[in-house]
């Protein structure tokens, strides 16, 4: 991910409307796990993969001990919003005393930043114990890929059958899946379509290398905009992460798999 996307994130995560439906669906899918993969009065380990600004990792305690990962300095450190929960960075040669080590592993938005992402995922099921679940949370579709994408570093965008190809490829056993945030998918590819003609306009192409300078289209919105906007999106959101809903399509994808 490039600064300005760890700017973005740091900025905006608490208050934007995005960041906290996601936050609801992708809790709903904790808690779900907790339940399966432990007794109530039993103590679990969550490993939150890619962890970012950390600022996830208050609200993944609820449910046990919590560790976060990640590989870049700025999320290690010149973002870093926990305190007090210890961090690895996934740079590391030798982190075999954390494999096997964890009940419940997320890894938010991550995969799509990986070159081979069927290794990357072997790799996020490794820090699983047997029997533990890890929730996954990535872009939907390459026709909506647009400025976020370049300015995250993304690698590529998926659908429900190359994400579960994925999984199936690196040996895990998907328990749940479905798009998410279908609502705004209108708005979102209106977005990046209008932003797509304008860049043609000026005779440039993304190419999904970074090479070409982007800003990122998540501002401020006025107050009321942005909790319309969580409104909408929060009540599909939660109705998917506790799968009472399996959309058919929508802008992110989310998924919970076990090891086989």
């Not at 973005?8 to 992708?26: C, G, I």
């Not at 809790?27 to 339940?35: E, I, W």
């Not at 872009?139 to 890929?145: D, E, K, Q, T």
């Not at 905009?225 to 409104?231: I, K, P, Q, S």
């Amino acid at each position: 991910m490039q600064r300005a996307g760890y700017e973005v994130t740091a900025s905006f995560e608490e208050t934007h409307w995005w960041f906290r439906s996601r936050r609801v669906l992708f809790l709903s899918q904790v808690q779900k796990a907790r339940r399966e993969v432990a007794p109530p009065e039993a103590s679990v380990r969550l490993l939150d993969y890619g962890c970012g600004t950390g600022y996830n990792l208050r609200y993944l305690q609820a449910f046990g001990e919590v560790t976060g990962a990640d590989v870049a300095d700025e999320s290690l450190a010149d973002f870093q919003k926990s305190s007090n929960i210890p961090l690895l960075d996934l740079r590391d040669a030798d982190l075999s005393a954390h494999c096997g080590r964890y009940e419940i592993v997320t890894a938010l938005d991550v995969l799509e930043h990986i070159d081979r992402d069927v290794d990357g995922l072997r790799r996020i099921l490794q820090f699983l114990k047997p029997g533990g679940q890890a929730i996954l949370t990535v872009p939907a579709y390459s026709w909506l890929w647009g400025d976020e994408d370049e300015i995250s570093l993304h690698r590529r965008r998926y659908t429900r059958g190359s994400l579960l190809e994925t999984c199936r490829a690196a040996g895990a056993r998907v328990l749940f899946l479905s798009y998410f945030n279908l609502s705004i998918l209108p708005l979102q590819a209106a977005t990046i379509w209008g932003q797509r003609v304008a860049r043609a306009l000026r005779g440039q192409r993304l190419t999904g290398s970074g090479s070409i300078p982007v800003k990122s289209s998540v501002s401020p919105a006025p107050p009321w905009v942005n909790e319309f906007l969580y409104r909408v999106t929060v009540f599909e959101d939660s109705l998917v992460g506790r799968q009472r809903w399996r959309l058919p399509a929508g802008s992110s994808l989310v998924c919970r798999i076990q090891a086989e």
